[in-house]
């Protein structure tokens, strides 16, 4: 799973790109996912928030916690 930025979009697709042709999976969440992620990435999860990149934290701590939550109890983890 991975935060996709605003300010630096470009460097980090080029990025994923290198961790796709590994065979890894990408998981993207952003505010808007251009041609070219949805392209690239396995999941997507645009938030079209309209917050600043900054506010936009506050989502996605919530996101990723949930993610981690149930992929904990998908793999048999206890979580307590």
């Not at 990408?26 to 999941?43: F, H, M, W, Y």
């Not at 949930?66 to 904990?72: C, I, T």
Request: aromatic share 8%; net charge negative.
């Amino acid at each position: 799973m991975y935060l996709l930025s605003d300010s630096v979009q470009d460097t980090e697709v080029m990025l994923l790109n290198r961790i796709k042709e590994w065979g890894g999976h990408i998981g993207i969440i952003c505010e808007k996912a251009t041609p070219r992620v949805l392209q690239l990435s396995d999941n997507v999860f645009e938030l079209q928030s309209g917050l600043s990149e900054n506010a936009r934290l506050v989502i996605v701590m919530l996101l990723m916690q949930l993610y981690a939550y149930f992929r904990s109890l998908a793999v048999g983890r206890d979580i307590e």
